[in-house]
Structures are given as C-alpha cells and as structure tokens.
T-cell receptor, first 113, second 109 residues
C-alpha cells in the first residue's frame, strides 16, 4: 500500500536560518507531489507542485523553493527564513491524471522565532 | 489562490443531529472533493464527486454538486462527537487542487 512520510513533525527555527523539509512517498511510481501551507485556522495555500523529477511549478512568489531530486522525494527549502514563513506545511501526493484524490502527510509545524 | 469557500465558517451541533456544510467555487471544475482535518493533523480524503454527478453517498456522508450554481454541500447524518474536525472542499481544475478555508464542526456529546 502507498504511504507518505513527512518530517519533522515540529520545527522551531530562528529568523535567517535555512530550512529543509522532506517528504517521501512509498508504494507508487511517478506521483504528482504537492507542498501546501496552512496558516492558523485557515485553508490551504498551494506552494509548489511537481508532475515529475526536476519539474517544479511555483504558485506563489516567496522565500521558499522546492526540489524533486528523485521520483518519490519532494523537498521544501529556504535559504533564510522569515517570521512570515511560520505555519503548518503539508505534503501530498496523487496519482497522475485528473480526478484523483490527494493523500496528505501528517504535516510539519514550523515556528520561526 | 483559494478557490472554494465554505459556509458556515463554524458549526456547533449536538450529537445525533445532522450537519450541513456548503462550498462555493468560481471556475469550471473536473471534480470536487471534501476533506477532513483533525486539529494539527494532515487532511484525510472523504469523498470525490465528478462534474457530471449530482449526488454521491458514502456511509453517513452525502455530497451534492450543482455546477450551474458552482456549489456543493456535504451532509453528515447522525453526527458523533468523533466527527468534530475541520472540513474542507477542494476543486480540481487541472494539475492541482484549490482548497477553501474550511468549516470548523463541533459535535457536542
């Protein structure tokens, strides 16, 4: 069966420090991969999505970047964190094609101090 | 940017009652999906309804879709305290899905 792993679960980082969040999927090949951010009590904002290795689409210009070095690995990074980067980050995957539900990871709570 | 908008933002009911949440969206869609999120956790997929479907059932869940009004509703019948969570609609119009801000449902025992 397919599983998605996202870590760490919580992270406290100082302003100006780098960030690396990792997400891996098991049990499937060539998935669509997504990074979302959720502010407290709000909906999800799509940050990046990828339909293949090295293919990254960015939805919102910001202080973050994403990479997909392997088929089932999706990494969210920042060179210098801002206070406004605090939030709940969720990775998700779906089967390629239209009309498939998303499976989400358990999320990373990032607090920038 | 967000696509769906849920209504109401918050809903509080007694156990055993039915809960109805609504979602409106703006552009044409391939399908609409509902997700549930327990506090501080990831989202769990509940149900998907395609643009050519009008109603769908799954257990105690009933989803309707009106593409002419660009709206959907999620009905949870005979609610339980364990149904307490945030519920999000998401619209699929291509490569990705757009989520609304969610409805926070509280079911009191």
């Amino acid at each position: 069966s397919q599983t998605i792993h996202q870590w760490p679960a919580t992270l406290v980082q100082p302003v100006g420090s780098p960030l690396s969040l990792e997400c891996t999927v098991e049990g499937t090949s060539n998935p669509n991969l997504y990074w979302y951010r959720q502010a407290a009590g709000r909906g999800l904002q799509l940050l990046f999505y990828s339909v293949g290795i090295g293919q990254i689409s960015s939805e919102v210009p910001q202080n973050l970047s994403a990479s997909r070095p392997q088929d089932r690995q999706f990494i969210l990074s920042s060179k210098k964190l801002l206070l406004s980067d605090s939030g709940f980050y969720l990775c998700a995957w779906s089967v390629q094609g239209v009309g498939n539900g998303y499976t989400f990871g358990s999320g990373t709570r990032l607090t920038v101090v | 940017s967000q696509q769906g908008e849920e209504d109401p933002q918050a809903l509080s009911i007694q156990e055993g009652e039915n809960a109805t949440m609504n979602c409106s969206y703006k552009t044409s869609i391939n399908n609409l999906q509902w997700y549930r999120q327990n506090s501080g956790r990831g989202l769990v997929h509940l149900i998907l309804i395609r643009s050519n479907e009008r109603e769908k059932h799954s257990g105690r869940l009933r989803v309707t879709l009106d593409t002419s009004k660009k709206s959907s509703s999620l009905l949870i019948t005979a609610s339980r305290a364990a149904d307490t969570a945030s519920y999000f609609c998401a619209t699929d119009a291509g490569n990705d899905m757009r989520f609304g801000a969610g409805t926070r449902l509280t079911v009191k025992p």
